[in-house]
């Protein structure tokens, strides 16, 4: 189950589209894309269904509805337990906000949090198919 703090989700069509890419950005050392229903159907299509609840991570994002996280620097590799500094981009604000991601693995897909917010769990996030 996906939980996320009220307030963090705003539905959005073109703000995907819109991110741009960090010439030095880093990459996590995994394979595939990991998502919800919504998250998964974006990572084969390229495409936005418009839902609320979508949730994608790549070796090189994390994307939701209303913000997308470009993954800077890989700081710590546990296994396939990642953190990462991530910068942020939320729709409706003017400026990308820097944060760690803590990006664990378990028998049902990666959890994502940010240090920033304890609140925040992404997850589980399953192997796209």
């Not at 890419?21 to 159907?41: R, T």
Request: charged content about 20%; glycine content about 10%.
């Amino acid at each position: 189950m996906v939980k996320v703090l009220s307030g963090h989700l705003i539905p959005t069509i073109g703000f995907l589209a819109a991110l741009p890419i960090a010439a030095l950005a880093d990459q996590l050392p995994i394979k595939g894309s990991y998502g919800n229903k919504d998250g998964c159907a974006y990572a084969k299509s390229g495409e936005s269904t418009g839902s609320e609840n979508f949730f994608l991570l790549t070796s090189e994002a994390i994307t939701t509805a209303a913000s997308a996280c470009t993954i800077e620097k890989v700081l710590k590799t546990e296994g396939k337990n990642f953190t990462a500094k991530v910068s942020c981009e939320a729709e409706g604000e003017e400026a990308a906000s820097e944060d760690t991601a803590k990006i664990t693995y378990g028998p049902k897909g990666y959890t994502i949090g940010f240090t920033s917010d304890a609140g925040i769990k992404w997850g589980p996030l399953p192997l796209c198919k």
